[in-house]
């Protein structure tokens, strides 16, 4: 068989929540099927790092599509003559997207539908596309694989698509993340916090993220309960950030809430599992990836009880209502006055973490290939 797939978000130095799960996903297929002869698609020049093994070739079909009528060009003019010419049997598109002209049967990835419940976090010619697009393309693909029972049963709801043709799947965690002895805990709160403990909020920063209500949460749980601890958020401004702004310079322990920004994986992996906590109240998830991180840490979890976070908790975490301040501020308290209660968070973790693996994803993928393909 010939499996083509699309690898648009392997870039070098720049692998985000799409393009990590491509990799490793991707990774574990060519490696569990050497019999089988695969086809990753770029949108640009890519580096041969990406080319996992033997059975792969990479081949780049331009334009480079990173805008809404270079997405349409990209999927519906490129894409299906490339994957006509290679003798394509089925064709993985882990990114939410497919092909509407192409005949080669597909499987697709759908993350998360965001954008039907916060269309105003969305850029305009972005907002437009998703909503002419997104029902079309999962009407055209034979199977569809959500990353978690939430945006399945979500799927379905909006646009009633049939539940057998959905397939779920998850995210795993990449082996950088990993617990840290207390040497290592003291020198990374040395030069980040201080020496302090603090709570940790792990992603990029926007709207549907809630972290200017984390701040304000910060705040008042510094405020009713003084303390040393701080506050350090892990991750790049990405857009729409007057709140987290707002929030900020109205902070009356502001001193004691640090940006970071964006940090590289071994920065990222080291202060998470140095944190007292990971604090990670989003408005809306696919799947949550920061939480199974935290997990393989064994750092404590604080995170909203809506979208997909219960189901990739589990009872791992204190889960509140994230548009509560108070409650968030309360969720602090509980983590920050008591050991035994981070402890046991930590302990049903190890459990909980268990669920959810690459290989367990890559299965579903494989499943889902096997089902899709033509007969003959």
């Not at 059975?55 to 009528?69: D, L, S, T, Y």
């Not at 992603?203 to 701040?215: E, F, I, Q, T």
């Amino acid at each position: 068989m010939r499996i083509a797939i699309n690898t648009r978000f392997l870039l070098s130095n720049n692998l985000e929540g799409i393009g990590w799960f491509t990799w490793e996903v991707a990774k574990e297929l060519v490696a569990n099927h050497p019999e089988h002869h695969f086809v990753f698609l770029f949108d640009r020049p890519f580096n041969p790092i990406f080319i996992p093994g033997g059975n792969v070739e990479g081949v780049i079909v331009q334009p480079p599509a990173r805008h809404a009528v270079l997405w349409w060009w990209w999927f519906e003019m490129a894409l299906p003559s490339v994957l006509k010419r290679y003798k394509i049997d089925v064709f993985l598109s882990p990114d939410s997207y497919c092909s509407l002209r192409s005949k080669v049967p597909t499987v697709m990835v759908c993350h998360d539908i965001a954008f039907c419940h916060y269309p105003e976090q969305v850029p305009f010619h972005g907002r437009v596309f998703y909503k002419h697009y997104v029902p079309k393309y999962l009407q055209r693909a034979e199977r569809i694989i959500s990353v978690s029972e939430f945006t399945k049963q979500d799927i379905i709801q909006q646009y009633q698509t049939p539940a057998e043709k959905i397939a779920v799947a998850c995210n795993g965690v990449r082996a950088v993340f990993h617990v840290v002895d207390e040497t290592e805990k003291q020198k990374v709160k040395q030069q980040y916090s201080e020496g302090q403990d603090y709570f940790f909020y792990l992603g990029s920063v926007h709207p549907r993220k809630n972290v200017a209500r984390l701040v304000q949460a910060f705040d008042r749980f510094k405020t009713a309960h003084p303390s040393q601890v701080k506050l350090l958020i892990g991750g790049r401004l990405a857009w729409q950030t007057t709140a987290i702004e707002e929030a900020l310079a109205s902070a009356q322990h502001r001193a004691d809430i640090h940006l970071l920004g964006y940090l590289e994986d071994a920065q990222l992996a080291r202060i998470l599992g140095a944190a007292m906590a990971l604090t990670y109240p989003s408005l809306f998830e696919g799947f949550g990836v920061p939480l199974l991180e935290a997990m393989h840490a064994e750092v404590p979890i604080l995170t909203s009880n809506s979208s997909s976070l219960p189901e990739v908790a589990g009872d791992a975490a204190i889960l509140v209502d994230p548009t509560d301040i108070n409650a968030l501020a309360q969720g602090m308290q509980r983590l920050f006055a008591s050991s035994t209660t981070r402890n046991n968070l930590i302990d049903k973790g190890r459990v909980q973490r268990e669920k959810f693996s690459w290989s367990k994803a890559a299965a579903v993928v494989w499943d889902n290939i096997l089902r899709a393909q033509a007969p003959g």
